[in-house]
């Protein structure tokens, strides 16, 4: 029977692809998840939308549409709680970002700026690029290898080097 429903469904293109027992079940298995009551009809809207694009795409109806529908529902519910722990480490990323940290005296923290920035223009442009794309852009190694289209111990071979001649630097100039 539900297949004939979902058959209907692509053939005609009307109708709700759920009935109203399947959207009580997509709307448990999302609660049951964990998502919010207030994102509840997104969620069922979700897998409306995936059942039909399923269908428009010439894809055989699933076999059981309240199984799949669930199973869908279930991915949602993960891909929420995915979003929602990204925002979170975002926010705190962001607020400590605003905290001022304790630093030394303003005249010494201009002095560090300073050497560190001269330090900088001194290095080969491809170690000056991997240092202020990690440690300026906060990008992962991995990132960078794939931004620049190099390999990661490429990446880890100028960073090092970068790192060593800016600590040279530093304490030739006695700033460290």
Do not use: C
């Amino acid at each position: 029977m539900l297949r004939r429903k979902a058959r209907r469904v692509q053939e005609d293109g009307r109708g709700d692809p759920l009935d109203p027992a399947q959207e009580r079940r997509v709307r448990a298995v999302l609660a049951l998840g964990g998502v919010p009551q207030a994102d509840l009809l997104d969620g069922v809207q979700q897998v409306r939308l995936r059942l039909l694009e399923r269908t428009a795409n010439g894809h055989e109806a699933p076999r059981d549409v309240s199984a799949w529908a669930a199973v869908v529902a279930s991915n949602l519910a993960m891909d929420w709680h995915r979003a929602k722990r990204r925002q979170e480490r975002l926010g705190e990323r962001l607020a400590s970002l605003r905290q001022p940290v304790a630093h030394p005296s303003g005249e010494e923290t201009s002095l560090l700026s300073l050497a560190v920035a001269r330090g900088l223009d001194d290095l080969p442009d491809p170690q000056r690029q991997v240092v202020v794309l990690r440690f300026y852009a906060d990008l992962p190694v991995r990132g960078i290898a794939e931004e620049l289209g190099i390999p990661e111990g490429t990446v880890k071979s100028r960073l090092h080097m970068a790192v060593r001649a800016l600590r040279a630097r530093l304490h030739e100039d006695e700033v460290v």
